[in-house]
């Protein structure tokens, strides 16, 4: 700790003193000025005395390695100095605070260091001007309240904090989304002032020389596993710069990639894993704090985590803290594999050992159908509520034709057993040939009053905030809880429990989920699930009470466009029993 930090810290038997013996005229200038100088030494007071923020200490411990903090202030915060500097990683459990401490890290940055520069960036948009830009602004309100010669300053603005004098446009702090696509976009960010460092240019001209910390760049990532590596490797030219700073926080979804690899690099970065458990909402939790008079006052505050979060998801994991999503959510460390099992083996189990359920046979059949890969085996399920009926899968034969007819016939004969309304498959690609032979066939005969939907799994996901595919929610919404619920009842047919067990899933630092695609599945050896899938399609029918009248109607059009209206309307009516 330098002379000056010191006076600033003990202000007072230092600062203080010294402000009281200046003329009234000078005292608020010079006030401010130290305030300034013992915020840079001690972010925590930082938080507290212009923010109004108690920090937790694991909180205290991460600004204190992005400051480089002299080792007097974590042996009075009674942390760990032994941590590399200014580079700090944060892999972390859910609901630790990682946006509150990003978001004191960027104004704390901003207003004790002149000329600086902060880039902000991560995965999404909404994810910098939305959950990160929200928080700066909560902080800047209470900084405006308080200090408003400080934050009178700066404009907050959608995607940029900028200083109100156009002379100071460098000092800023600026948000860019992660695009793999387009990393050149991160290009380019530098801010250190070091152009007389020696004093000769100062001797030189008869100048006084710059002493104070000035310029100097903070690279904030959020949800850092999210980013792509090719955006990670544009960023160390920004961090190649002396006493450039890093905060990347994020849950560590991914076993691989930049995040998951530097986290192991404890000899260049200061990496602090975050267990949501040392943050227990039922507990409260005390830190020290300094005031300006000398007196060391203990600042209570609670977590942020209810227990429940934790024990249900350790129930979930069946106990073992080593699984890959207790390892993700609760205890902040990457997990073995980049997927985790969708549907849970013993319910699965559970679900064929267990008698079919007797209420489920008063609803009406559903037909699911799904068409495997070339040289794949395509597949034929019957469900009745929580109750499989059948469920077949069958090599397709070598005629592209045959193949067609084969799998229609099938259903066709399924329909006329079980008397079923709906026939569900997935017709985007190999099986479309079947579906619209299907939807022909059921046309001309109105009397069955047979709906046939055509389903595309591979499409966009309708809960686009938590999924990307419609696959990824026929599996994971819809799929998962239906087959863990104590009604299902699945029959003993070789190899079902396999295909439902072995897709596995990801959620990304977007917090979207993504269920491994059949190919994937095929890359690490598994079979890919054909009957399994076949079923999850019928759960995707919505379920009317009363069947509408399919008379037929006169054409509203001319002849050469019935036929195209008419298709327009098979889609428009499909979207409607599709949930």
């Known amino acids: 700790m330098t002379e000056e930090e010191a006076r600033a810290w003990w202000w007072h038997v230092g600062a203080g003193p010294m402000i009281a013996a200046l003329p009234q005229s000078e005292q608020a200038a010079a006030h401010l000025s130290w305030l300034l100088i013992r915020w840079r ?102 900084l405006k309240d308080r200090w408003p010669d400080l934050a009178n300053r700066w404009e907050v603005q959608r995607d940029r904090i ?63 596993s999210g980013v792509d590596d090719s955006i990670r490797k544009v960023l160390r030219g920004a961090l190649s710069e002396s006493g450039a700073r890093l905060i990347a926080p994020g849950n560590p979804t991914r076993p691989d990639g930049w995040f998951a690899s530097d986290m192991e690099k404890t000899n260049r970065y200061a990496v602090h894993h975050l267990d949501c458990r040392e943050s227990d909402l039922t507990h409260v939790y005390e830190i020290p704090y300094r005031d300006t008079a000398g007196n060391i006052q203990p600042l209570k505050l609670r977590g942020f ?36 099992q969708v549907n849970k083996t013993h319910h699965i ?20 159908l799904d068409f495997g890969l070339t040289s794949d085996s395509h597949s034929l399920v019957v469900r009745q509520g929580y109750n499989q009926l059948e469920g077949e899968e069958w090599l397709p034969k070598d005629n592209p034709d045959e193949i067609t007819l084969d799998a229609a016939d099938r259903a066709i004969e399924a329909q006329k057993t079980y008397k079923a309304r709906v026939i569900i498959g997935d017709s985007n690609g190999v099986g479309r040939g079947a579906m619209e032979y299907l939807s022909r066939y059921y046309r001309e005969r109105p009397e069955l009053k047979v709906r046939v939907i055509h389903f595309n799994s591979g499409g966009g996901a309708i809960d686009k905030k938590r ?113």
Request: a negative charge.
């Open 41 to 142: 030494v001690d972010p925590v007071a930082f938080a507290v005395e212009a923010l109004r923020i108690v920090l937790h200490r694991y909180q205290i411990a991460i600004l204190l390695d992005l400051a480089d903090s002299p080792v007097e202030l974590y042996e009075f915060y009674g942390v760990d100095p032994n941590r590399p500097k200014r580079q700090v990683l944060i892999p972390a459990g859910h609901g630790v605070g990682k946006t509150r401490v990003l978001a004191v890290a960027i104004w704390w940055h901003k207003l004790t260091v002149m000329y600086s520069y902060n880039l902000c960036t991560a995965p999404t948009a909404p994810q910098l001007t939305g959950r990160l830009w929200d928080e700066l602004r909560k902080m800047y309100r209470r």
């Open 162 to 224: 900028s200083h109100v004098d156009p002379e100071n446009s460098d000092w800023t702090t600026v948000a860019r989304t992660a695009r793999a696509d387009k990393p050149e976009g991160l290009q380019g960010a530098h801010a250190l002032d070091a152009d007389d460092e020696f004093g000769q240019l100062a001797a030189l001209f008869g100048e006084e020389q710059q002493t104070s910390h000035t310029g100097g760049i903070m690279v904030v990532i959020d949800e850092a």
């Open 305 to 340: 985590v209810k227990p429940s979060y934790w024990v249900d998801l350790l129930e979930d994991c069946d106990g073992d803290e080593d699984h890959d999503e207790f390892r993700i959510r609760v205890r902040g460390i990457k997990p073995r594999s980049a997927y985790s």
């Open 349 to 368: 189990e559970a679900a064929i050992a267990r008698e079919e359920d007797k209420d489920s046979k008063k609803e009406a059949p559903i037909i699911g």
């Open 467 to 579: 999924f990307h595919r419609r696959r990824d929610e026929m599996w994971y919404s819809h799929g998962r809880p239906h087959l863990a619920n104590p009604r299902c009842s699945l029959l003993d047919i070789p190899g079902q429990l396999s295909q439902f067990t072995a897709p596995g899933y990801r959620e990304g630092a977007d917090r979207k989920i993504r269920v491994e695609s059949k190919d994937e599945m095929k890359k690490r050896g598994v079979e890919s699930g054909n009957i399994a899938d076949a079923y999850l399609h019928t759960l995707m029918v919505k379920v009317r009470d009363e069947e509408e009248s399919e008379q037929p109607e006169e054409p509203a059009h001319p002849d050469v466009f019935h036929r195209h209206f008419q298709q327009l309307e098979r889609q428009q009516q499909a979207r409607r029993y599709i949930r």
